[in-house]
């Protein structure tokens, strides 16, 4: 099964979004709006330790058709869970009691907590209602850009326009909702790729000054292909795990007395230091990514995309057998391409589930699809599903242009 490279118009998708919000409250929405989700490109478990990423947007996002209301109530529903709708007032819930929420309300925490922290800033209630064309559990960030859709969504609503101007500020804001109201310690990575990416181009992030450029990135130019395997195995990351990551980074950099992995420049001196071993792997790991990033940027500016796929394969390994978030299916996704003659390949996101990139040669990418699919087949797992990833624009409003 192929994944759409985006919706076939839209123009179109915004309208007909439109439309089912008007018949969902009975009244006209003031707009719509869209945040992409996200590959990146290199640059794993590295952006919540200070460190260098490399994410693009993608066609597929979260849309939202919006309205302001006269009270301090978020009403929240979806097309993806229509009998989910949740409404809750703004006032009064902290992100203790959102962060209990379960089942069909869970989702509708990373909007609300935008919304609250927004809140400060003078917007008001508003009934939004949510579409989205992002795989589900696919690891491409849909909470991100449903934080960041959202978010244009009341600046532009409640005349929040210098807020909605400062791009890395507002990124912020959607990080925080994230943390304190889902209850997820993500890095600042998914947010600014939602909301600084620009078509044509990967972004490179420096996670702790929040200092950005953009590198251009035109693989079809250079006969290549980067395909986005949907593993289908579905990708989690409010237990445990993620946070066990991220606690055993931090663990490591007080013990070597840094502030983050990001400052350690020694790397044999460092391990030498750390007795314990999942440490000197989770070390290993971080400082190694940050060298990768700033290589595949050097590479990309040069021109040069076509060697980035040793880099893919270096980066996957790491993530696998010293980071341990490999999963599986993701494995296998990536040994089956290099062995149909794929140019590099690696596991996306926090692990654990989600997805997989694979760089190939734009006319053997049909083949390493089918070799794929295959072996699947073969295990008697469910059907891959792919993407041909595109560099595309950041958030932005659909409707009204």
Request: net charge negative; hydrophobic share 45%.
């Amino acid at each position: 099964m192929d994944l759409r490279p985006g919706p076939v118009n839209a123009a179109e998708s915004a309208v007909a979004l439109a439309a089912a919000f008007t018949e969902a409250y009975r009244r006209a929405p003031e707009g719509v709006w869209h945040a992409p989700g996200r590959i990146n490109v290199i640059g794993e478990h590295t952006d919540y330790n200070d460190g260098l990423v490399l994410p693009f947007a993608l066609p597929l996002g979260v849309s939202v058709a919006a309205a302001r209301r006269d009270d301090a109530v978020l009403e929240v529903r979806s097309l993806q869970a229509a009998d989910a709708a949740v409404t809750v007032s703004l006032d009064g819930t902290g992100p203790d009691q959102v962060r209990r929420w379960a089942g069909r309300e869970r989702w509708a925490a990373y909007p609300f907590g935008v919304a609250s922290l927004l809140r400060a800033h003078g917007a008001g209630g508003a009934s939004l209602l949510i579409d989205s064309d992002l795989p589900q559990g696919a690891g491409l960030s849909s909470s991100a850009a449903l934080e960041c859709a959202t978010a244009l969504a009341l600046c532009d609503l409640y005349g929040l326009d210098d807020l909605a101007a400062d791009r890395p500020a507002l990124a912020r804001l959607a990080q925080r909702a994230e943390n304190d109201y889902a209850g997820m310690p993500c890095g600042i990575m998914d947010q600014s790729a939602a909301l600084l990416c620009t078509a044509g181009h990967a972004l490179m992030l420096d996670c702790r000054s929040g200092l950005s450029s953009q590198v251009p990135l035109d693989l079809p130019g250079k006969g290549l292909a980067l395909l986005v395997v949907n593993t289908r195995a579905r990708h989690e990351l409010t237990g445990g795990e993620y946070a066990a990551r991220r606690a055993d980074c931090e663990r490591a950099a007080a013990l070597l007395g840094v502030e983050a992995l990001r400052d350690v420049k020694d790397l044999g001196g460092a391990l030498a230091r750390l007795d314990d071993p999942v440490l000197r792997r989770r070390t290993q790991h971080v400082v190694t990514e940050n060298h990768r990033v700033e290589a595949a940027a050097g590479l990309m500016r040069a021109g040069a995309e076509a060697e980035l796929g040793g880099m893919l394969t270096a980066s996957h390994l790491s993530l696998r057998d010293l980071y341990e978030v490999s999963w599986p299916e993701a494995d296998l996704a990536v040994e089956t391409a290099l062995k149909a003659g794929a140019r590099g390949g690696r596991m996306i996101g926090g692990g654990f589930g989600g997805s997989v990139i694979v760089l190939a040669a734009a006319d053997r990418a049909p083949r390493v699809r089918e070799a794929i699919t295959t072996a699947y087949t073969d295990r008697n797992l469910p059907t891959p599903e792919f993407l041909n990833a595109v560099p595309s624009a950041a958030a932005h409003r659909r409707l009204p242009r």
